[in-house]
């Protein structure tokens, strides 16, 4: 697995952008979570995930995405996905992850098609 981050450019200076490559498995899941952690401890709260390059995409990482995602709701902030690769989308549906944009829900992502819509969400 591959975690490049960013911020987000001009006027959404306030978002950070993660680009998640390859494969999450139990093995590796924990380092998404701090790499994701390691911005929300610094005071970033609106972050957008590029999963577009996922291959896989196990429970463990699942239930990191989901912490996160909780614990930036609880700070204000929001976590988006953005492009999800065929089998991230399979997952997430299947988890039972995915919330409307208009009626999001606790605990549920809004999901966007392309990293331009997520961060121009925000």
């Not at 989901?66 to 399979?90: E, I, N």
């Amino acid at each position: 697995m591959e975690i490049n981050v960013r911020d987000g450019q001009n006027h959404h200076e306030n978002i950070t952008i993660f680009e998640v490559v390859g494969r999450v498995t139990s093995d590796n899941a924990a380092e998404l979570g701090a790499a994701l952690d390691g911005v929300v401890n610094d005071g970033r709260t609106n972050l957008v995930v590029d999963l577009s390059g996922i291959e896989y995409m196990s429970s463990a990482g699942l239930r990191e995405m989901v912490r996160v995602l909780k614990r930036v709701k609880h700070s204000g902030g929001d976590l988006r996905l953005c492009a999800l690769s065929s089998d991230a989308q399979r997952v997430f549906n299947l988890a039972g992850l995915i919330s409307e944009k208009e009626n999001p829900l606790p605990g549920k992502f809004k999901v966007y098609p392309s990293l331009v819509e997520a961060v121009g969400s925000f």
